[in-house]
């Protein structure tokens, strides 16, 4: 069983950064491959950065590729998600999440999953 901690969300202006930050424990992280879901008000959660298990590949949906860096640290158990250039319509719940398979689209695809993290950019 693997647990996910999310942290580093918060209230921003449009234009600033954040870092996000995943830690896990009770598994073997590097089993893993990592994503970043985020979910805003009526919407459906949807991913917005993947990672594979070595970090050698990334995947970032298009409204925020440029922007937005996923990376990981696996001594460190940690994924990361480095955020630039933020804008009002990053505002949503960012949620961490671990597949045993690779990174997919589906939120179903997902094995584990964090608690969530606010993030509210405003104008």
């Known amino acids: 069983q693997v647990q996910l901690v999310e942290s580093g969300g918060g209230l921003v202006q449009a234009g600033d950064s954040l870092r996000l930050s995943c830690a896990a424990s009770?598994?073997?992280?590097?089993?893993?491959?990592m994503g970043w879901f985020r979910q805003a008000p009526g919407k459906e959660r949807a991913l917005v950065a993947g990672i594979t298990w070595s970090g050698g590949s990334t995947y970032y949906a298009d409204s925020v590729k440029g922007r937005f860096t996923i990376s990981r640290d696996n001594a460190k158990n940690t994924v990361y998600l480095q955020m630039n250039s933020l804008k009002p319509e990053d505002t949503a719940v960012y949620y961490c999440?671990?597949?045993?398979?690779?990174?997919?689209?589906?939120?179903?695809?997902?094995?584990?999953w964090g608690q969530g993290t606010q993030v509210t950019v405003s104008s």
């Open positions: 009770g598994g073997t992280f590097s089993n893993y491959a």
């Open positions: 999440a671990a597949t045993a398979t690779k990174v997919a689209g589906r939120p179903a695809r997902y094995d584990y």
